[in-house]
Every structure is written in structure tokens, then in C-alpha cells.
């Protein structure tokens, strides 16, 4: 019995009548976090987690929009739908559908790493999961954020006490938040583009504890410039939003991509932090192991890596044609980075 299949308009289950993360516009959907790919606009009627309203509805604006805390349980049309935390962003859910004893979860995007923004990954026991993939090859792994944030730290410090900015590339949902929570602000001024600030205010709001920033401009001391830490948005660089911090700035991108050779050449910065919001390759394995599926079906990311590794590992496994891996760092950057990273592999 199949809980979850493949329409054209998204992850459809028959039984319960609505879909997960459709890409096009549906009467209901169940939302497992608010990043582009899997939050679009268009829906009748949505269902999050509790934790993600705010951020859904920076992104959305005035949707009709039900939420369901962390691991309680509603009932739609006899299929039991129950929201897990997923570890990727503020509000990320696992969604788990029974019906007449079979357990399906489908995950969205998720890590199991710990994150300071959001709620820890939660295993939940099923038949069939559905997961992602995307840094699903064995030379994805990640270090500690502790690691990371010490070299983000003492790059900001050194770059600060020449007199130079700081200018930290990075997602503006999640990345940017994840960033800021575990950065060290005695160090100096924090400075955010808009386009993550309006999230840092969902953050605060939800409780996230991040340190003061300030739109630059906000900022009236222009001294701030030569010294600051300064987050944006990939978009950002070479824009005019640049211009403030003069010729004198280093510049650095956070991103799992950062990992492949090359990847700092091509974006054309100092500096990669590898910080990743996806799970790694043991991560992968530890989240799926962790269910105890007996099926197990990819969405996105590498798919027939995954699907045939996890067919050598005697589990049944198979694809979902889904459009999902075009926000944050969902996919990789450019035909380039695929390459790099397949290439990366067979050395
Ligand atoms: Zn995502
Ligand atoms: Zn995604």
C-alpha cells in the first residue's frame, strides 16, 4: 500500500487527499520547511509545524496556514498525520502518515548533526522513507560546528584587526541564522543584508537566541565597515550592497559545496567554510538505518548513488522525479560543481 506517490503537481497520498511540498498549486499541503523549493505560494490551504509559522509566513505572507506542534497528531480522512523534527532550518518537520498500520515519513531536507537554531533531528521507526540526498557520496562529511565557528572566529579577528570587513556569504534562510547564533560578537559589529534580516526577526521571535545586527543602513558609524562581520546572500556579491566596505574587505562563502576542489576558485572568494544545513554521507546512512524502513524512495540530490547503494544493502530502493533542490544550497552551484564532485569521488 502506497502512502505517498508521484503527481505531476508534487508528493501526493491518496488515502489522506493532500500533498507534501507540491510544486504546483494544490487544495492542501503539508509543508516540511519554508525554503522555496518546498514552500511555494498558491495553496488553498497549508499545514506546518508549529515552530515554522513565523518563518512560513515572512516568505508566503497571509496564507491559510494550520500548524501542529512537534509530534502531536491530527487525523485527515483516516490517515494520521504527525510532524518530527528534521534538524535542517527553524521549523523543518519529517512528516509521518499511518494508515491502517503503515508508516510512511517523508523528510524533506534534514541533517542530524546538532544546530543551535533549530530542534534536534528526530529518528521516527517506519516502512517507508522518503529522504533526500544531497550530499549523498561518501566524501561528505562534516566537521563540528565548534571546529567552524572557531576558523569563521579567527578569520573575522584577524581580518578586524587590519582594519578590514568581514563579508560572509551565506543562504539568508537558515545559513545566515545558523551563522549568526554561534559566532562570537565581542569580536566586533554584526551587519546583515535585508534580505536575512526580516529572518533574523522570525529567529528572535520564535526564541532563537542570535546576537544584535544591524541593516547597513542602520549604521550610522561608517567606522562599523572596518571591522564588521558582514552576512549576505550568495546575490550579494558584486552588487552594489558591496560598495560600502571599500576595496579593503575579504570576502568568504559558508556552504557543504565548499568541500569540493575548487569550489572557493569558482566562487571567487578567500575564504570557504564548509557548513552544511544537509545531512553528510554518515549522516545519511545514520537517519536511514535509524528508521528501520524496509523501502526506502530518494527525492533528490545524488539519487541513483544513493538508490543503488542502499539496493547493495538489500533494502528495496527506488526514485521520486521531484523538483525539489532549488533554494539555499539545494543543489550544487553549477554543472561545474557536479563534475568536480563526481570526479572527487572516483580519486
Ligand atoms: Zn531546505
Ligand atoms: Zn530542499
Redesign the pocket.
Known sequence: MDLVVSRPEGLYCPQGDFYIDPWRKVDRAIITHA?A??ARVGHNHYLCAAPGEGVLRTRLGNISLDTLPYGASTTHKGVKISLHPAGHVLGSCQIRLEYQGEVWVAS??YKVAPDLTCDAFEPVRCNTFIT?S?FGLPIYRWRSDAEIYAEINAWWAANAAEGKASVLYGYSFGKAQRILAGVDPSIGPIVCHSACEGLNKAYREAGVKLPDTATVSEVLDKSVFKNCLAIAPPAAQGAAWMKRFGNAYSDAFASGWMQLRGGRRRRNVDRGFVMSDHADWPGLMRAIGATGAEQVIVT?GYVPVMVRWLQEQGLSARAFETE?????E?EADSKADEKAASTDVVE
Open positions: 525554503h523549493d518546498h524533506g531536507d533526500e544531497t533528490h525539489y533542490g532549488g533554494e539555499g539545494g
